[in-house]
């Protein structure tokens, strides 16, 4: 019911119980009129019912009325009881709901029942919930993603990436790297991919070659320059062709055992130590750094903006199948279903308990907060109604009792 309508049902219940006492008090004035014109014995009866119906009646209105306001507007001791208890009333209720359904034994069956996966399972297999779900998570990524300030991104990625580059231990990572390379003989793949390079790279090197001659022997470059400068580039060719062709070749073992050579002095060397680290500090210096964090977030945000808006993108599609995947999982994973379950059902139950108290203060706190006459209009209107009936019942209960007296008193002394 809406607080209008339980004034409106207090209201018409006050009426029934004031008419009622009002109607007594008629037939109670009109017997006392009817006994001094008459001597029927049956007026007396109904004499003592009115009468003791008034006083049924009106002192449950006091009894009644006093619980909520002073009657008639009287300062009676123990009267408008509710607004003078006020602070107490919000103690003992708060202390009554937290002794009598707060406490472990009242709490732990209903937590057990609780199926909250099913609840999230029967929302989720719908397809339209997923949708909706699909959609609020992209609004959000698209949200934050937006409302991120570029330059604080950037400052953090260029400050981030250059503590991470500089934990690494740059001789341990060297120094592994090629030990991963010789274990997968990946220096050979390396030698093959170089030597067809540098072939291409000598053979226009021809002119150079004929250059340099004439720069320090120009007598020898005029008569043969030209032959010289062929045969040496034929030279470097054909000993480039027998590395590569060869996989036993000489160059090839000397590059291996150089490799291993080299791997625990890099590991182990101060200097190598040294000139790693001031190799890494010239080629990423922070401007650099900056730009490269730079670059990096410009790409992510431009890839993550334009998935948020496909469909088909590759984002949107993981984030479905995800969806779908949950769903199933929460339907048919009952090993998962009775984790979360356990999870969930744990953690309330402790909440509760843990917050019996913060439970006690709060219904306290808000009656006493509470103006005492709002507290008495509140509670008048939840149960007004009923104790309007204790005013009828009174007012008929009274006259019966009067009545009974009257006819005992009749039968026993005339």
Do not use: C
Not at 124 to 147: G, P, R, Y
Not at 247 to 262: G, K
Not at 377 to 388: F, P, Y
């Amino acid at each position: 019911m809406t607080e209008e309508q339980k004034k409106n049902n207090l209201k018409k219940h006050k009426a029934i119980a004031t008419g009622l006492f009002v109607a007594m008090m008629i037939v109670y004035f009109l017997m006392v009129y009817l006994a001094q014109h008459s001597d029927a014995k049956w007026i007396g009866y109904v004499e003592a019912f009115a009468e003791a119906a008034m006083v049924g009646a009106l002192a449950d209105w006091f009894a009644v009325t006093a619980l909520f306001r002073y009657p008639l507007g009287i300062k009676i001791p123990h009267t408008n009881l509710i607004e003078n208890s006020k602070n107490a009333i919000g103690d003992n209720l708060g202390q009554f709901v937290t002794d009598n359904f707060l406490t472990p034994k009242t709490i732990r069956p209903y937590i057990e029942k609780l199926e909250v996966v099913k609840f999230a399972a029967d929302w989720l297999n719908k397809a339209s919930n997923q949708k909706s779900l699909q959609e609020e998570l992209i609004n959000f990524s698209k949200k934050v993603v937006n409302d991120l300030d570029d330059k604080d991104v950037v400052d953090f990625i260029s400050l981030k990436g250059d503590e991470i580059l500089k934990q690494f231990d740059l001789p341990e990572l060297v120094s592994s790297s090629l030990e991963y390379i010789l274990e997968k003989e990946k220096h050979d793949e390396i030698l093959e991919a170089i030597i067809p390079k540098a072939k291409e790279y000598i053979l226009q090197s021809d002119l150079i070659i004929k250059d340099k001659l004439n720069e320090k022997h120009p007598v020898i470059s005029f008569f043969a320059g030209k032959k010289i400068s062929k045969g040496v580039v034929e030279g470097v060719i054909s000993f480039l062709d027998e590395i590569e062709e060869d996989r036993e070749h000489p160059v090839r073992q000397n590059i291996e055992q150089l490799i291993r050579d080299n791997i625990l002095n890099i590991k182990e060397s101060p200097e190598w130590r040294a000139k790693l680290e001031s190799l890494r500090d010239d080629f990423i210096t922070p401007e650099r750094f900056h730009d490269y964090a730079f670059d990096l977030w410009t790409a992510i945000r431009e890839n993550l903006t334009e998935s948020f808006d496909d469909q088909n993108s590759a984002l949107q599609i993981y984030i479905q199948k995800n969806i779908q995947k949950l769903a199933e999982n929460l339907t048919d994973n009952q090993e998962m279903i009775d984790k979360i379950n356990g999870w969930v059902r744990h953690f309330i139950y402790r909440m509760i308990l843990r917050n019996v108290g913060e439970v006690e203060d709060l219904i306290s706190k808000t009656v006493g907060d509470w103006e005492g006459k709002q507290l008495s209009e509140k509670l008048e209107l939840e149960v007004g109604k009923d104790l309007q009936f204790i005013r009828i019942n009174g007012t008929l209960v009274g006259g019966l009792v009067g009545l009974i007296i009257y006819v005992i008193t009749q039968f026993v002394f005339h």
